[in-house]
């Protein structure tokens, strides 16, 4: 057997063991299946609504993508001057820090009344959520940098540009990667919360306000909906893995030797 599959194995097995029991309960309690359906149930569903589920999914995968995409564009930029201006550190982070305990719905009806019922008011509400984990991180790890290193390029008359660029930047990778792939999983329900907190217009609004209408009536459908979520920010989370063995191979060669 490979090393990637003996790597999935442990998760394969508890997630087949954590299903078995949810199917056991169900059935032993007789739980009604509006209630909680059983995953068998949940299957079923997910089969006979595939084209609607996906049909909806496709909208949510796109807010996630672009949203995520506002999110490092600006959060990375913003971590940058924060770092390079210690007056931008001092004025912006009390703001970044509260911006989180903003309710949600207050953001999204004023950016419905800025923008309308489209797509850019959900790209925004996204870009929000996931905004925070990326600008933290990626200061964090640009002060993180060892301070020998600007101190010897400066020493070649490098300039502060080039001391960041050729020190700080590729130091600070690793974190900032780390950022992005929290920005990810968090971005899945960032999607959910946008879709049902700003008004839409549309057959196929998402995956999240086609869940939340699910919920009373198609109790299996909702659970079923849930479940795609649930495996695209996974698929999401190990995609930008991949993505960083390729930028910061040496940082993933770190954390083997450390395992």
């Known amino acids: 057997m ?29 739980v009604e299946e509006a209630v909680l359906p059983a995953p068998h149930a949940v299957a079923t569903a997910l089969w006979r609504s595939r084209s609607l589920i996906w049909h909806n999914f496709t909208v949510t995968a796109e ?8 999110a490092l ?9 924060v770092h390079l201006l210690p007056l ?21 009806v004023v950016l ?18 996931c905004f925070f984990p990326v600008v933290v991180t990626t200061v964090d790890g640009l002060a993180a940098v060892d301070p020998e ?30 950022g992005a792939r929290i920005a990810l999983a968090v971005g899945v329900i960032g999607a959910f919360i946008a879709e049902t907190t700003t008004p839409t217009t549309g057959a196929y609004p998402g995956l999240g ?18 479940v795609v979520l649930f495996a695209f920010a996974i698929a999401c989370f190990y995609a930008l893995a991949t993505v960083e063995r390729r930028l910061a191979p040496w940082n993933v060669r770190d954390r083997r030797g450390r395992t």
């Open 112 to 129: 419905v009344f800025w923008w309308g019922f489209g797509l850019l008011p959900k790209l925004l509400v996204i870009a929000l959520i």
């Open 209 to 226: 306000r086609e869940i939340l209408s699910d919920v009373n009536f198609q109790t299996s459908r909702a659970y079923a909906g849930t």
């Open 149 to 178: 290193q600007p101190k010897l390029l400066r020493t070649l008359d490098a300039s502060r540009w080039q001391a960041f660029r050729f020190a700080e930047l590729p130091a600070a990778l690793p974190a900032a990667l780390s």
């Open 2 to 30: 490979s090393a990637r599959r003996t790597r999935w194995l442990p998760a394969a097995l508890l997630a087949c063991l954590l299903l078995g029991a949810w199917e056991l309960y169900v059935e032993i309690n007789g």
């Open 63 to 70: 807010e996630v993508v672009l949203g995520l995409g506002l």
């Open 73 to 81: 564009a600006g959060g990375l930029a913003l971590a940058v001057a």
């Open 88 to 108: 931008a550190r001092r004025a912006v982070y009390p703001l970044l820090v509260g911006s989180q305990a903003v309710p949600v719905p207050v953001i999204g």
